[in-house]
């Protein structure tokens, strides 16, 4: 319709009618482009919206399942500290507490449920994470992943290489399964013999090696993610308004 127009003015030579009929067409599209982009920001705004509503429920789930594990996990490195002044006798004690004891028998387990978050994995693989405008949260959702990365591989390798003492040296380490009406859990009670600690050079190498190891674990790969995940949260929580009492602020 409008190109018939504008042959028409052309052949006609109507200079004024086909400048007119060509500032139609410019602010056509211009305004059709504009439409557009309202309608694809005013979705963005939406999604993102919802994605931060997803991604608490999800950090919330998340903490509910891995909480528990990180505080154990991160409480022993300093339960393995004071064990190692004992049996290296650095102090005047003769005998390892019960806690103590059943740390030194867990020095190799590093195991700790990292579950993903599924919204962030979800937008991340449709390529849509720059919906988050908050520049501090999206640089610290990405900051989750990788210490969450360098998390799992300390997991995978330090825990794959450190050693199994009560296996390996029963006669230094005996352990005993109970359940822990407590905590509602199946947990192993550790009797360790302190003078046979001592006397084995073999033990004290292979303790030594599992304290370093831990200490890595903890120092460069939990503290860090559990620092980034509390962190996290905490944008989350002031994205949404929210403000919990029992969660502990980064
Ligand atoms: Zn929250």
């Known amino acids: 319709m409008i190109l018939r127009r504008v042959i028409k003015h052309f052949r006609q030579q109507e200079w004024t009618a086909i400048f007119l009929d060509f500032l139609i067409v410019v602010v056509g599209v211009f305004v059709g482009l504009q ?3 309202w309608n694809a920001s005013r979705k963005d705004r939406t999604d993102e919206q919802l994605f931060i509503v997803r991604l608490h429920e999800d950090i919330l789930l998340a903490e509910s399942l891995t909480s ?3 505080t154990r996990r991160i409480d022993r490195l300093t339960v393995l500290t004071e064990a190692a002044n004992k049996i290296f006798a650095r102090n005047q004690v003769k005998a390892l507490n019960d ?3 059943r740390a030194v028998g867990a020095a190799h387990v590093y195991n700790i449920p990292l579950s993903d978050l599924p919204s962030l994995v979800e937008l991340a ?3 849509r994470v720059s919906i988050i405008r908050d520049t501090k949260l999206r640089t610290a959702l990405v900051a989750l992943q990788q210490t969450k990365s360098a998390l799992a591989s300390f997991i995978n390798l330090q825990g794959s290489g450190a050693v199994d003492l009560p296996s390996k040296y029963p006669d230094l380490l005996q352990l005993e399964a109970y359940f822990d009406v407590q905590m509602n859990e199946i947990r192993s009670r550790t009797k360790c013999n302190m003078d ?3 006397a084995s050079q073999a033990f004290l190498n292979d303790y030594s ?3 370093d190891s831990y200490d890595a674990f903890v120092r460069d ?3 860090p993610w559990n620092l980034q995940f509390k962190q996290v949260h905490h944008l989350v929580d002031a994205a949404l308004g929210v403000d919990h009492d ?3 602020k980064p």
């Open 221 to 223: 790969g939990l503290a």
């Open 196 to 198: 046979k600690m001592r």
């Open 68 to 70: 528990r594990v990180r």
């Open 99 to 101: 806690k103590e004891c």
């Open 125 to 127: 693989s449709s390529g």
């Open 209 to 211: 090696e599992n304290i």
């Open 246 to 248: 029992s969660v502990d």
């Open 35 to 37: 439409v557009s982009n």
